[in-house]
């Protein structure tokens, strides 16, 4: 198994990268937006500042997938350093896995440290830790991934900046595509229904992986809906990976 | 041989995969609670906040909100809590209804366990039984049909007609719909759809009279150069509030407008000649027909009319 | 059955055109076949196919058809790569890795413990001279730097058979010098080397056998003798003499090209060479210069490419 090897090289480049400053940044901004917003929103800011800091984690996090997810593999191609690595006696798959094994890491270490600083300021403002939101931020983490994923699959296909389109189409599709469930739910009869049905299925849907409401809200959540979409969101992760493999295999390094 | 081996391989993998996320997702819809993901579409933030958000996609804001409307509206008349809807799914069949309903039960066991707060169902069902209490106990009264009727009832000409317009039936069940269609309308307010939605067919089903005549003011507001919203207005404050002086202000202003059809101009005609009252009832029902595209509301009206021809044969 | 080290049977590569643009022929019948020990230089001008080769032996590009021995192992096994040292044409390496931390990554590839990994670090660093800035993150390197580096890693694994794409290309003269001293060395150590290069001096100072590809094809092959036969064509001579002593040499007319008290004159064989360097030195002549003119593989290449 040579895939660790490529991580941690992985791991390395992307924490060079100075991502992790940026997210340090990110988290000191959070704590001095949350005194100003506390003056704002009068008696909610708990929520607030939780509401703010998820979207922001999920958002930072899908950026973060979408453009070094993009590059992982098109600047090894680009930059002809995949030549010294691939010439080894390494499987591809093993190259391209632990590329995303790699990024994973740093994504995770990425999401702590958020989640950290999110959990500081509810210390500040609500003099208590709200365990719930690491339900939320566990799904988040798994949707971010899989937005890699798709990064990956869709940079070994296309141009670089199709791939960066079509990742972000499918992330905005993802969020959309639980309307064409509810709609065929309310026209049963709907001639159309089967395809709708068939694109709702097809298309990954990442309302699986939102709690971000349901949990500031303190919402009921459907019965295994963490576990379910956690299962979900690695399943669909685990076949786009499948998939990228299997191109990645067969294709050229030019 | 060993490529095909590992491309049939990479094959099944991939099948068992897509058949795995496949099983993963009926699981998910199926343990889903309604009122989970209707409640998170109500903590939208303030319209105001979510129009700065949208940027330069405030159209397309507004129209997903607008379709997160429907739907929520939808599936609240169709929450199989909703008797109604299991009345009207099932035909009226009692075995199949009481079928369902032990179903339903059954499956969400699991899910009341949670749903002890204020937003769960004993709430829902308490308001339908109050519904049901107030509607029985509207008494019917005497009245001349030639003189002008004193507010609050002039929906009560007829008992059948009243469950034509007002059919109350989701009163109470739907308290997210206004605050979402409010929602839409400030992030695009030239959207008119949503306000007729608001200002007629979710009044018809929720009998929001306070929220519906805002919706259009709002409206009035910032399309002044369409008829359709004193025209609508005027309806409401004729039908629901018995104001003449009120309705006739809107009719005039009404007719005003471009495009404004001739039928309006015979309404302000009637009003002023004190035509009689069903009549009048009649050619504003029919007004209203001609100016909606909406199912659920030309069946409401139709209904009404039909009701309102037999009232005259009789 | 003889194992060659490196052995290609008919290797064709078409690469796919994009839209609407033709399929371009990169490699047609291409056969190789290299001996264990043996130093092989792979001619051609720039788009022959060297690097396509080389990518195809690789496994960096899979070949439209035909296939590749290494070893006795087919190289579509990643196994088959275990005893191959690679370097890719103009080499590049993570710019956010010190060279250190590049060859513990590579070593890694290998399947290197930790301890024989350092250990080899330590010598190849040494050997190409990149001691003081091991530490160093790789994006301040030079060219020569990361050339040299390249090479430290295809030795990572002390393999037996060297793959190298213009080793010698982009380099400048001290950094030309110990490249070459390097693959002489290796070849010393009797191991298999299989360069390309489309300047063919270096072929002819390394290599024991060269191959000419052009437009894909394999034009020749043969070792240097074969190719270029005893090769001499003509031996110059550059001297000066009073003017008196000139008629002693007997020289024709045609045969002298003098620039200042300079002259340089030409003849076919040794012997009347070594006849005109006899009088030269007696009629009080100085020698400047005797320079033995062969059949350059230059020339043999653009007579093999033009013909």
Excluded at chain 2, 292 to 304: F, M, R
Excluded at chain 3, 90 to 107: S, V, W
Excluded at chain 3, 269 to 280: D, P, R, Y
Aim: glycine share 8%; aromatic share 8%; proline share 4%.
């Amino acid at each position: 198994m040579k895939w660790p090897a490529i991580a941690s090289l992985t791991y390395k480049e992307t924490i060079r990268n100075r991502i992790l400053i940026n997210i340090l940044l990110f988290a000191v901004a959070l704590i001095a937006l949350s005194l100003i917003i506390g003056d704002w929103s009068l008696g909610e800011q708990a929520k607030v500042i939780k509401d703010f800091g998820l979207s922001a984690m999920s958002l930072f996090g899908l950026l973060i997938a979408l453009f070094i997810g993009i590059r992982l593999m098109v600047q090894e191609l680009e930059q002809r350093t995949i030549y010294l690595v691939a010439s080894k006696p390494v499987r591809r798959w093993e190259i391209l896995f632990g590329k995303f094994a790699g990024l994973s890491l740093t994504l995770l270490l990425n999401v702590i440290l958020m989640l950290l600083a999110l959990w500081a300021v509810d210390w500040i403002i609500e003099k208590r830790i709200d365990f719930e939101l690491a339900a939320a931020v566990v799904l988040i983490y798994v949707e971010i991934l899989l937005i890699v994923a798709f990064a990956l699959f869709f940079s070994s296909l296309m141009s670089p900046t199709l791939a960066a389109v079509a990742t972000l189409a499918v992330f905005i599709a993802g969020h959309l595509s639980p309307i064409l469930r509810d709609y065929v739910q309310l026209h049963p009869g709907s001639g159309l229904k089967k395809l709708y049905l068939a694109i709702y299925y097809i298309i990954p849907n990442l309302e699986n992986l939102n709690l971000k409401m349901a949990v500031v809200e303190h919402l009921e959540r459907p019965p295994h809906a963490v576990g379910m979409g956690i299962l979900y969101g690695l399943l669909y992760l685990s076949f786009v990976l499948t998939a990228t493999c299997m191109i990645f295999e067969k294709k050229d390094l030019k | 041989m060993a490529g095909l081996l590992r491309k049939s391989c990479g094959a099944a993998l991939l099948a068992a995969l897509a058949l795995s996320i496949h099983i993963s997702q009926k699981n998910l819809d199926s343990g889903r609670r309604i009122e989970f993901i209707n409640r998170s579409a109500v903590f939208l933030p303030r319209g105001n906040v979510l129009r700065a958000l949208s940027m330069g996609y405030r159209g397309i804001v507004a129209d997903w909100l607008w379709i997160k409307s429907v739907l929520y509206f939808g599936r609240r008349v169709m929450d199989a809590d909703n008797p109604y809807y299991l009345y009207a799914l099932y035909e009226g069949d009692q075995e199949k209804i009481q079928a369902a309903r032990e179903h339903h039960e059954a499956s969400h066991k699991h899910g009341q366990a949670h749903s002890a707060g204020p937003h769960g169902h004993v709430h829902d069902h308490e308001h339908i039984e109050r519904e049901k209490a107030y509607l029985s106990s509207l008494k019917r009264p005497e009245m001349d049909r030639t003189v002008p009727v004193p507010p609050d009832s002039v929906f009560l000409l007829d008992e059948n007609l009243k469950h034509s317009l007002f059919r109350f039936k989701n009163r109470g069940l739907i308290d997210g719909v206004y605050p979402l269609l409010d929602r839409v309308t400030t992030v695009d307010p030239h959207f008119v759809h949503p306000y007729i939605f608001g200002g007629v067919y979710a009044m018809f089903e929720t009998g929001r009279l306070q929220e519906s005549l805002d919706l259009l003011e709002k409206g009035r507001r910032h399309n002044k150069d369409r008829w359709e919203f004193p025209f609508y207005l005027g309806w409401l404050y004729w039908m629901y509030k018995g104001e003449m002086q009120k309705t006739h202000e809107y009719l005039v202003e009404a007719v005003q407008k471009r495009d404004c059809p001739k039928y309006v101009m015979a309404l302000m005609a009637g009003l002023t000649r004190n035509m009689r009252q069903s009549d009048f009832t009649r050619l504003y029902l029919e007004g209203l027909l001609e100016s909606t595209s909406d199912p659920h509301v030309i069946e409401s009206l139709q209904g009404a009319l039909e009701q309102l021809r037999a009232m005259d044969s009789r | 059955m003889t194992c060659f080290a490196i052995q290609t049977n008919r290797l064709r590569k078409v690469y796919q055109g994009e839209l609407g643009q033709k399929d371009y022929v990169g490699l047609e019948g291409l056969d190789l076949e290299i001996p264990a020990g043996e130093v092989f230089a792979f001619l051609g001008p720039n788009g022959a196919g060297k690097t396509t080769t080389i990518k195809v032996l690789m496994r960096l590009l899979r070949p439209s058809s035909g296939s590749v021995m290494i070893n006795g192992v087919s190289n579509t096994q990643h196994q088959s790569m275990e005893r191959v040292g690679y370097l890719s044409e103009q080499p590049n390496i993570y710019g956010y890795l010190t060279a250190r931390e590049f060859l513990d990554f590579i070593g890694k590839l290998f399947g290197l413990a930790p301890s024989v990994r350092r250990k080899r670090i330590d010598g190849l660093i040494g050997l190409v001279g990149l001691k003081d800035r091991d530490r160093t993150l790789i994006r301040g390197f030079s060219r020569g730097m990361t050339q040299r580096l390249g090479m430290a890693q295809a030795l990572m694994n002390e393999p037996d058979i060297l793959i190298l794409d213009e080793p010698l290309s982009n380099l400048d003269p001290v950094g030309r010098k110990d490249m070459r001293d390097i693959i002489l060395s290796l070849k010393a150590q009797k191991k298999t080397l299989f360069f390309s290069s489309h300047i063919l001096h270096d072929a002819e100072i390394v290599a024991d056998r060269v191959g000419i590809l052009d437009h894909g094809r394999l034009v020749q092959t043969g070792t240097m003798q074969e190719l270029m036969g005893s090769g001499l064509k003509t031996i110059e001579i550059i001297y000066s003499i009073p003017e008196a002593g000139e008629s002693v040499l007997g020289l024709s007319r045609e045969r002298i090209v003098r620039q200042g008290d300079r002259t340089l004159t030409w003849t076919e064989n040794m012997e009347s060479a070594q006849e005109i360097l006899g009088k030269l030195l007696k009629n009080g002549g100085k020698v400047f210069s005797v320079t033995p003119q062969r059949q350059s593989l230059e020339d043999l290449f653009i007579s093999r490419i033009r013909g």
